[in-house]
Structure formats: structure tokens, C-alpha cells
């Protein structure tokens, strides 16, 4: 079962900072879901059957994304990440970034993409010209057949491509995020650590985890210490642990020698929600202060109805206020009702 990690007491709210919950956390890392399209059909984030998208009426615009940002910026946040959906598959991703790059001199120091890659290639470039730091690119398997298979679409090697040409770029970081699954892609988790001999990547390995039709099962759950135990016959005392970091989600590890290095995400069995410093606004305008709860609230609605940022501050406060302790253990997430991953942003 997930582990629950020990965190503070709750705390008085008039105390807290508007980012602040009621356990000692402040979220100064926000992750903006910019779109619900996408180019693939990753079996673990769309249903096979697809999704009903949201009419682009009720889907926030570039102002409104822009506005949102900078309120979270004043508050506190430093960091922004944009998801999807498949965020490229915007007209306006680069002049999105370059808008959210104006947050500078508010305090954001870092902005980040989450990418499946296939559509990032041309505009690597422009993107790191309007202020991108870093990526994260989203490959499960190497081998073109598997991939067809895990996405319903073709493109690894177009995707393998764009991971090399972005470490020439001079981002500050690119990261592949493997979601593994039994029987499907663990036996690959050796050769993406490969990647990391000659170039400066982090792979993390993401246990696999459930979501509004993605058809989790446990059997498929394949956890990072089982992943660990079989990759120590084949470098053992070579692998060493990196220090944690600050608000970590991956617990970090490198191959003496290599360039790079890699890591685990361990939502499913061992979670960090006691150092969680993210919170998430959904392409439609919702924020979700947990990727595992089911509880939201619209700031699309209150920016319609002409709340002043004051008036919006204050919801955010009470929502990040109501964030639980943790999420629910690995038994019962499944079971609970959620959005689809493609809904939610990686």
C-alpha cells in the first residue's frame, strides 16, 4: 500500500499565505493545461473510446491563461509548467510563453512543457527564443511497433529525433518520462537508462497510476523498487542515489560515468504529497489542488463575472486551504472518481 509521509500539524488560516495549506506546504509551482487536444492516443490518458472535448467557449483564452499566471506569480509562484492535452497542438503556444515570460520581474524564475513530442521539433527553436527553460517529453517505449501500440499513432523515431535535437539547444533541463506498465514496456527500463551515457537527460520512470478510463489494473502496476531490485545485477554497485531535492517527485540515481541520469516517480508506492508544492489549472478553467482529488473550482467563472484579482486570490486561498493531507492509498484511487489524464495535463 502507499505510504503516507508524515506532515505538520494543521495550522491557523489567517497565518497562512495565500498559497499556504493547513500543513506547513506552499505551492509555488503551478502546472496550466492549455489545451484538451491531442495528437496521440496513449492508452494510460485517453480512453479508447476518446473524450468529449469542451467547446472552446468554456476553455480559458491566452488572456485569460496570462491573467491566471500572473496572479499565481504575485503570490508566490516561481514556477510554471504547460501541459495539455498536447500543448504544441496550440497556434498560439509560442507567443503563450513569450507572454508568460513577461512574469519575470513578478518573481517566475522557470517555464516548463510537458510534451509527447511529435509536433515539437520545428518549433524548439522559437521556443527556447521566447523564454522556454526545459522540457519533459513523454516516450514509453523505443521500439516504433510498441509505440504504435501504446499511442495508436505512428512517430517514435520522430520522437527520438526531437529528444536529441533538444539537448543541442540549450534548454536547462530535458527529462523523457516513461510510464511503465507490466508486460508492456519494463523490460525497456534498461535501455532508456543507456540514453543517459553520452547525454545530460533524466528518464523517470513513472509507476503506472489509475484515471477516468485508462483501464488501470495492479496486475499492470509495476513498482520502482521491483524496477531497482532488477537493475542492480546488471550495474550493481554503479548506480548511485542522488540527493532529494527540494519538493521532489522523482527519487534521483545515475550510473557512475554517465552524462545523465534517472529517477522514479512513486505516486502509487511510496507518495510525496508531504512536500507537494503544485497546484494545476485545467484547460477549462478549473484548479485542482490535488492530481488525485475530484474537488475543483471554476476561476474560468469568476474572471467572466468580473471578479477583481482580489476576489480571486481569495478563492484560490480557501481551495489550497482545503487541500487534504494526502491522497487516498493505492487500493482505493482506482476506485475513485476522476478525470481522464488528457483532461487533467501531465
Known amino acids: 500500500m502507499a505510504q503516507a509521509a508524515h506532515v505538520a500539524e494543521p495550522q491557523q488560516r489567517t497565518s497562512l499565505p495565500v498559497l499556504s ?23 494510460y490518458c485517453m480512453p479508447e473510446e476518446g473524450i468529449d472535448l469542451t467547446a472552446n467557449e468554456k476553455l480559458l483564452t491566452t488572456d ?14 516561481d514556477k510554471i509548467r504547460l501541459t495539455g492535452g ?17 512574469l519575470r520581474p513578478l518573481g517566475l524564475r522557470k517555464i516548463a512543457m510537458t510534451t509527447n513530442g511529435i509536433a515539437l521539433r ?20 523505443r ?25 543541442k539547444l540549450g534548454f536547462d533541463f530535458v527529462k523523457v518520462n516513461v510510464v511503465v506498465m507490466r508486460g508492456q514496456n519494463d523490460d525497456e527500463v ?11 537527460i533524466d528518464v523517470r520512470f513513472i509507476e503506472y497510476m489509475p484515471f477516468d478510463g485508462n483501464r488501470w489494473g495492479r496486475q499492470k502496476l509495476v513498482g520502482y523498487q521491483e524496477l531497482l531490485d532488477k537493475l542492480r545485477p ?9 540527493p532529494l531535492e527540494d519538493n521532489h517527485t522523482s527519487k534521483g540515481y545515475r550510473i557512475k560515468g554517465y552524462r545523465g541520469q534517472f529517477g522514479f516517480i512513486t505516486s502509487m508506492t511510496k507518495s510525496f504529497c508531504s512536500s507537494c508544492n503544485r497546484v494545476r489549472v485545467l484547460a477549462d478553467g478549473n484548479l485542482k489542488v490535488c492530481l488525485f482529488g475530484n474537488t475543483e473550482v471554476s476561476l474560468r467563472d469568476l474572471l467572466r463575472a468580473g471578479a477583481s484579482d482580489s476576489d480571486v486570490v ?21 476506485h475513485l472518481p476522476n478525470r481522464p489524464m488528457i483532461k487533467i495535463g501531465g
Open 21 to 43: 495549506d493547513m500543513f506547513g506546504r506552499f505551492h509555488n509551482y503551478l502546472r496550466i493545461s492549455v489545451t484538451e487536444k491531442c495528437n496521440l492516443r496513449c492508452q
Open 64 to 77: 485569460e491563461i496570462i491573467r491566471v499566471a500572473r496572479i499565481f506569480v504575485q503570490q508566490g509562484v
Open 86 to 102: 498536447e500543448p504544441t497542438v496550440r497556434r498560439d503556444i509560442i507567443d503563450l510563453v513569450r507572454g508568460l515570460d513577461e
Open 122 to 141: 520545428r518549433k524548439l527553436p522559437l521556443l527556447r527564443e521566447a523564454g522556454l527553460d526545459g522540457l519533459n517529453i513523454s516516450l514509453d517505449t
Open 143 to 167: 521500439d516504433p511497433l510498441k509505440f504504435e501500440v501504446f499511442t495508436r499513432r505512428r512517430g517514435c523515431e520522430q520522437v527520438l529525433r526531437t529528444i536529441d535535437e533538444a539537448g
Open 190 to 200: 534498461p535501455a532508456f537508462i543507456e540514453m543517459t551515457h553520452d547525454d545530460s
Open 234 to 242: 546488471l550495474y550493481g554497485d554503479n548506480i548511485e542515489q542522488l
Open 314 to 334: 481569495e478563492t484560490i486561498s480557501q481551495a489550497i486551504k482545503r487541500k487534504k493531507q494526502a491522497h487516498a492509498g493505492l487500493d482505493s484511487l482506482s
